[in-house]
């Protein structure tokens, strides 16, 4: 089993504070993705990053991928309430995804 | 475009009885991929396909079986419903486009068995 850990769990943050999500793994990944879900939805994808040492930007999202290609991270620059949602990493082998335990995030006006 | 779609959107079972979880694309993916999410967790994968007759087992299969006879069918078969098979079952479709390695999820399942 492709174990993937994401820390915090929960989080509870002031709008226009700045937090960074981490996904770990001892395991290899050919890619790692990140998504957002929202209650009573399927989760939407927001990157995937797939080459060691990646940064992708959106807008206010920065993810980076490790350089082992076993952990990635989700920084989110001055939240708004809108970014609040379960974040989950999700690590490919190939055909396979293994998603991590999720962190749910919620964001004060 | 209607995307990734499933039915029912609710279910309750009895323990013991059967039941077909429904999912349909119109994107013309060939992988596609059943998981499972129990209350506040990730998801875990069930099974998978990567094309019209070609299925395999992910990391929970047990309880399960699927069939993949069209490309835009994957449906999710239920044997001999269990209290621990309550969970919100999510089908996917994945494709390699622009956007690079993607898959899109339909609006879920959530089965109870009691």
């Known amino acids: 089993t492709q174990l993937l850990e994401q820390s915090p769990q929960f989080l509870s943050i002031q709008e226009g504070e700045n937090l960074t999500v981490y996904c770990n793994s001892s395991?290899?990944?050919?890619?790692l993705q990140w998504y957002r879900q929202e209650p009573g939805e399927g989760p939407v994808l927001l990157v995937t990053?797939?080459?060691?040492?990646e940064v992708k930007k959106l807008k206010r999202l920065t993810f980076q991928f490790g350089d082992a290609r076993k952990d990635s991270s989700l920084h989110i620059t001055a939240a708004q309430p809108g970014d609040t949602g379960l974040y989950l990493c999700?690590?490919?082998?190939?055909?396979?995804?293994?998603f991590g335990t999720g962190t749910s995030l919620t964001v004060i006006p | 475009n209607a995307g990734v779609t499933q039915t029912p959107k609710f279910r309750i079972l009895k323990i013991g009885q059967s039941m077909t979880l429904q999912c349909t694309q119109d994107?013309?993916?060939?992988?596609m991929y059943w998981y499972r999410q129990d209350p506040g967790m990730g998801l875990k994968l069930i099974y998978y396909?990567?094309?019209?007759?070609?299925?395999d087992k992910g990391e929970v299969p047990n309880g399960y079986n699927v069939s993949r006879s069209t490309t835009e069918d994957f449906p999710l078969r239920l044997e001999l419903a269990a209290p621990s098979q309550t969970s919100v079952y999510f089908c996917?479709?994945?494709?390699?486009?622009?956007?690079?390695?993607?898959?899109?999820f339909g609006p879920g399942t959530r089965l109870t068995v009691l």
């Open positions: 396909s990567v094309g019209a007759g070609i299925t």
């Open positions: 996917a479709s994945r494709t390699f486009g622009g956007r690079g390695d993607e898959q899109f």
């Open positions: 990053v797939v080459t060691g040492g």
């Open positions: 994107m013309n993916h060939n992988y």
């Open positions: 999700a690590g490919s082998t190939g055909n396979q995804f293994y």
């Open positions: 395991s290899v990944f050919s890619s």
